[in-house]
């Protein structure tokens, strides 16, 4: 076997579309990802009192309930008529589990319309968290929920890695997700319900548990723009998480981080810059988006972004090695993030291999002077903890792939 720590638990169903593949069939659509008011405007074309919307929200995004009948709220009549004319909660759901010897748990997500093959999408739970999160100024914290349908509890904080489109457009050369190429966007409800199918699995409850969400899974957020935010509503607006326990990272989509930049404080995630270079000549080889939008172009965009008290913009760096892992690199990205003037911090990440990606893993060496070189200089510098690597759960590793 290839990875003998692997361990499929679940049933080896994938490759399956999320999203309806004929909405004609599945109608009417799925209630998961509407907001409460949708959810009472459907309500009322069924002839129900708008506030019956109010329940259903309730159960699905607070109670996680995935079917009609659970929703015991409801008059049994209306659930078995409402079921009856075929209304399905269609929530995402977890299809298969990759658990990893470091506690990481890797996820392969479909939805429950079924359809066509080929567009699962990765869920990553790293109990403990990774460490990205560590010195942004996050607040002591929030997140969970009632139903629980995996296994026992054993962490007392963790990080959920999600996904926003089926593979990515954008091509960065060092990353495995970059292979699929862009297959389609997902929705709001797809996107929100990869965080409500992982809760459902750990138990996590909101308001008590202290769970960060990072929106670094397959694909660019920013080019899933009105999606991603729209998952981001239903996680605030309808869940009751708070928006800075959660980090939206891009590879730098300048019309996106000005879009990001006008967001209201109560529902903008922070943010993170996928850098990866010290200067527009690397970053060009290893991420061909910066020929459209180069380092200055996407620090002039974050400039915009009115920071909260204490929080600071992460500057994501993989090291390459041989490629962006020297001390000269080091010098020069640390001159590059103070000249931006914002309060920022660096998120180091040793690369991950992937089959068929040309470069090499930096040596430890050098990624501890790189870290001290960043940290000498004054600049707040974290190394991420590799995470899941056996189960291709680690950054830059997602691309469903389902060896066992
Ligand atoms: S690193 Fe992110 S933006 Fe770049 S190709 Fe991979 S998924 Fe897309």
């Not at 990624?367 to 004054?378: I, K, M, S, W």
Request: some cysteine.
């Amino acid at each position: 076997m290839l990875y003998p720590e692997l361990v499929v638990t679940e049933n080896r169903r994938q490759f399956v579309r999320l999203e309806p593949a004929d909405p004609a069939m599945d109608s009417p659509a799925p209630l998961f990802g509407l907001d409460a008011n949708a959810l009472a405007a459907r309500m009322g074309s069924a002839g129900e009192p708008a506030w019956r919307g109010g329940q259903l929200a309730e159960a699905m995004y607070r109670q996680r309930l995935t079917d009609i009948n659970e929703i015991t709220t409801l008059p049994k009549p209306l659930r078995q008529r409402l079921a009856g004319e075929g209304w399905q909660v269609g929530r995402p759901r977890i299809a298969q589990v990759f658990q990893s010897v470091d506690g990481t748990e890797r996820y392969l997500v479909e939805g429950q319309g079924a359809g066509q093959e080929g567009q699962t999408v990765e869920t990553v739970w790293m109990p403990e968290g990774d460490d990205g999160e560590t010195g942004d100024g996050s607040e002591p914290d929030e997140t969970g929920g009632p139903e629980k349908d995996g296994p026992e509890k054993t962490w007392r904080r963790a990080t959920i890695c999600v996904s926003s489109q089926v593979g990515c457009a954008v091509n960065c050369q060092f990353c495995f997700t970059a292979k699929l190429g862009l297959q389609r966007n997902l929705s709001a409800g797809e996107i929100a319900g990869q965080v409500i199918a992982v809760f459902a699995r750990h138990g996590v409850e909101v308001g008590r548990d202290r769970v960060n969400l990072v929106f670094m899974g397959m694909g660019e957020p920013f080019l899933n723009y009105d999606n991603f935010m729209g998952a981001v509503r239903l996680l605030v607006d309808e869940v009751g998480l708070s928006p800075q326990r959660m980090t939206v990272s891009t590879s730098g989509i300048v019309p996106g981080i000005e879009r990001f930049a006008e967001e209201p404080a109560n529902l903008r995630p922070k943010l993170a810059i996928s850098l990866n270079a010290p200067n527009d000549e690397i970053r060009e080889q290893i991420m061909p988006i910066n020929r459209k939008w180069p380092i200055e172009a996407v620090m002039d965009a974050v400039r915009l972004v009115k920071l909260r008290p204490r929080e600071r913009v992460t500057f994501e760096y993989v090291l390459l090695g041989g490629v962006t892992d020297r001390a000269e690199h080091a010098a020069e990205a640390a001159r590059l993030v103070r000249r931006t003037g914002l309060p920022a911090k660096v998120n180091l990440i040793a690369w991950n291999p992937g089959p068929g990606i040309p470069y090499t893993m930096p040596l430890p060496e050098a990624v501890e002077a790189f870290r001290a070189n960043l940290a000498g200089e004054g600049i707040p510098t974290y190394l991420r903890r590799p995470r899941g690597r056996d189960i291709y759960a680690a950054c830059g590793q997602l691309k469903r792939t389902v060896e066992g």
